[in-house]
């Protein structure tokens, strides 16, 4: 669902019989909610932080989708929308690495992260497991051995992360910085 509204505002964007001004302001709405580009230490921030989140999802991206079967019957989803969370994964954490289209990419990534967070609460996993180290012997066994045990923690740093990334923009290190700095 949060994929098709993406697509249609993407679409009523680009498509959009609007003034040249607004135009322009359409087109900057792809890099982020912030039309600024930072530079010096601000800007390397941004950099970091959107191409570490963009490798970790390249990381999450790659198995699911070489694995979709496998994933949707887990999750008990279906496959498109396994393979929909997946690609955007994939391609949000290019875009996100390179700063391309940062806006766009955030957000698909963002809702497949709340949807996670959605699945856990609905298991009702804590926020924040108990240290594993903690845990009283045989309570909790990885399939290591003893392991994290879940929680929606990661998934809500990745939310906090995308927002961030979203909100701030990409910064001047940016492809966005290149094509839409005025």
């Not at 949707?72 to 498109?80: E, G, N, Q, V, Y």
Request: aromatic fraction near 12%; hydrophobic fraction near 55%.
């Amino acid at each position: 669902m949060i994929y098709k509204f993406a697509l249609g505002v993407a679409i009523a964007f680009l498509f959009a019989k609007v003034s040249p001004h607004q135009a322009e302001l359409s087109l900057k709405v792809f890099s982020s909610l912030n039309p600024v580009f930072p530079a010096g230490l601000p800007g390397w921030a941004l950099l970091f932080l959107r191409a570490g989140v963009g490798g970790l999802f390249l990381l999450h991206g790659y198995p699911k989708i070489t694995h979709l079967r496998e994933w949707s019957a887990a999750l008990k989803m279906p496959l498109f929308l396994c393979f929909l969370s997946a690609a955007s994964m994939l391609a949000g954490g290019v875009c996100l690495i390179v700063g391309l289209l940062t806006l766009l990419a955030s957000l698909p990534i963002l809702g497949s992260m709340l949807f996670a967070i959605y699945l856990d609460l609905s298991h009702r996993l804590p926020l924040v497991a108990s240290d594993p180290y903690l845990i009283p012997k045989g309570q909790y066994e990885g399939p290591n051995g003893k392991g994290e045990p879940p929680s929606w923690e990661k998934a809500f740093m990745y939310c906090l992360m995308l927002v961030a990334i979203a909100v701030l923009g990409p910064g001047a290190y940016s492809l966005d910085a290149l094509i839409f700095r005025g």
